[in-house]
Nanobody
Framework: QVQLVESGGGLVQAGASLRLSCAASGRTISTYTMAWFRQAPGKEREFVARITWNGASTYYADSMKGRFTISRDNAKNTLYLQMNSLKPEDTAVYYC???????????????WGQGTQVTVSS
């Protein structure tokens, strides 16, 4: 079993930056594709970004390209999401998740964190 705990969320103004972390425990995440998802109030949870087990490849949702950067440190068993130029529409609960396969659909992710709230004021 893998336990995931997100941190780093908060209330910021538009244009600010935040760095989210996702600390894993229970077992190593070094063999998993890791991803970030988010869920805004009244909306379905959506994909943000994912990264291969070794960090060699990343993939982003179109609206996050150029503003968000996903990274990982397998030695620390931690996943990160650097968010720059934040917009009010980025307000959501952000979740990290782990899957064995690169092309997994959202429902195929094996492990999920509890989420961290990001609120961007205008």
């Amino acid at each position: 079993q893998v336990q995931l705990v997100e941190s780093g969320g908060g209330l910021v103004q538009a244009g600010a930056s935040l760095r989210l972390s996702c600390a894993a425990s229970g077992r190593t995440i070094s063999t998993y594709t890791m991803a970030w998802f988010r869920q805004a109030p009244g909306k379905e949870r959506e994909f943000v970004a994912r990264i291969t087990w070794n960090g060699a490849s990343t993939y982003y949702a179109d609206s996050m390209k150029g503003r968000f950067t996903i990274s990982r440190d397998n030695a620390k068993n931690t996943l990160y999401l650097q968010m720059n130029s934040l917009k009010p529409e980025d307000t959501a609960v952000y979740y990290c998740a782990a899957t064995e396969y690169w092309n997994s659909r959202q429902y195929e992710y094996n492990y999920w964190g509890q989420g961290t709230q990001v609120t961007v004021s205008s």
